[in-house]
């Protein structure tokens, strides 16, 4: 089942997982239409527990400590970009950012409740041929590339800029509106579904009958809850 998702999953056996991303990403280039690839070097997600760990590591190999990133992996990524020269053109290098005196926490259980998120987002295009062939180069400049990317997150949170103590140049800011054809989109299905459940939830509770009028009830009782 975990095949068709497209993703490239690994053992952490890099003899393994070399012949893995080799295969993988050759099949993903073989689609006639552009392929994006989401790779994220950190490996996991940012807990306090993980970054201490990071930067113990970091201190035993001597590399750049990071304050609001883990250490990034870098044997994956070089040997990913041995198979993205001549396939993938472009690496995407994506900075996310959220307001530390936000209402709302950026969280899934946010977005279900329809709740608004003010995300920033930098996206830097680095042509791959821009990125050193040798392999112990382009995981140094991974390492100054995080390096960038911590100063960037930590001028953000001090400032609410990206740019202002990062040193990095200032591309101006605009917003991207809500697409009008998503919300129709959405609209459409949500008739499409909604409809012949409601039509049959009504069905249910004037049926007369005690069980059915009683399952209407609790469906609606859940709904209610959750939605609240």
Not at 11 to 17: G, L, P, T, V
Not at 106 to 111: A, D, E, G, Y
Request: proline residues 7%; neutral net charge.
């Amino acid at each position: 089942m975990w095949k068709f998702s497209e993703f490239v999953f690994l053992e952490r056996s890099y003899e393994k997982d070399k012949e893995t991303i080799k295969h993988q990403i050759s099949e993903l280039c073989d689609y006639p239409d552009p392929v994006w690839l989401l790779m994220t070097p950190e490996g996991t997600r940012y807990t306090k527990k993980k970054h201490e760990a990071s930067l113990s590591f970091a201190k035993e190999k001597n590399l750049p400590l990071l304050k609001h990133h883990l250490t990034p992996r870098t044997r994956g990524f070089t040997t990913s970009l041995q198979f993205f020269r001549g396939k993938i053109p472009v690496i995407y290098n994506i900075q996310l950012a959220f307001e530390k005196d936000s209402k709302t926490p950026p969280t899934l259980t946010s977005l279900l409740y329809g709740k608004p998120v003010h995300a920033h987002l930098y996206i830097e295009r680095i042509p791959v041929e821009n990125i050193p062939v040798d392999e112990a180069e382009a995981a140094k400049w991974l390492h100054d590339l995080f390096v960038v990317k911590d100063k960037m997150q930590d001028s953000f949170f001090n400032t609410g800029d990206f740019f202002t103590e990062s040193g990095v140049e200032r591309t101006e800011p605009f917003t991207v509106p809500p697409p009008i054809w998503s919300l129709v989109n959405a609209l459409g299905w949500a008739v499409v579904t909604l409809t012949p459940m409601l039509y049959y939830l009504l069905g249910l509770l004037f049926s007369g009958k005690l069980l059915y009028f009683s399952i209407a009830c609790a469906i609606f009782g859940a709904c209610k809850y959750i939605i609240r």
